[in-house]
């Protein structure tokens, strides 16, 4: 069955009653980040085809994403490793269009007032929101928690 082959430490949404599972991460330490699209009513599960794999994230394990609009933003994680028991946290952020079917990845900066960091420090096993100012007009991405030790 193809989801056995994506389900440690993967992010799973629900969108009109479609199971969209963001599986970078597999028992077989899989080096690039796999979605999938599970369809309640039929019961099959597609696996969704992007045009880059250059820009695609790296097989990761407990990242965190977000969707907004009709684009999907994951954040961090382990980094699956040829090398065993080497543990690579990152701290990247990458964007997948749903229209184009691209990733990318994206620039960001730290907008915490207690802080004088530029980017958020490299983790895993965190979790991530989004956050809307009505008077701003802004959606900003939370993220929040997380390890980067074992």
């Known amino acids: 069955m193809l989801l056995k082959r994506v389900n440690r430490f993967s992010t799973i949404f629900l969108i009109y009653m479609e199971l969209l599972l963001i599986g970078c991460a597999s028992a077989q330490q899989s080096h690039v980040c796999a979605i999938f699209v599970s369809f309640f009513f039929s019961k ?24 907004y609009n009709d684009e999907m933003f994951v954040f961090g994680g382990l980094v699956n490793s040829v ?12 964007k997948f269009n749903f229209t184009l079917l691209t990733w990318s990845e994206v620039a960001y900066k730290c907008t915490l007032q207690s802080t004088p960091l530029q980017q958020i420090a490299n983790r895993h096993c965190h979790t991530a929101t989004l956050v809307k100012n009505q008077e701003a007009s802004t959606t900003k991405m939370l993220v929040f928690g997380g390890s980067n030790t074992e």
């Open 44 to 67: 099959k599960m597609e696996q969704i085809k992007y045009t880059n794999t250059v820009q695609a994230p790296p097989g990761l394990q407990g990242h965190s994403a977000v969707i």
């Open 83 to 94: 090398v065993p028991r080497q543990r690579n946290y990152t701290n990247k952020l990458y």
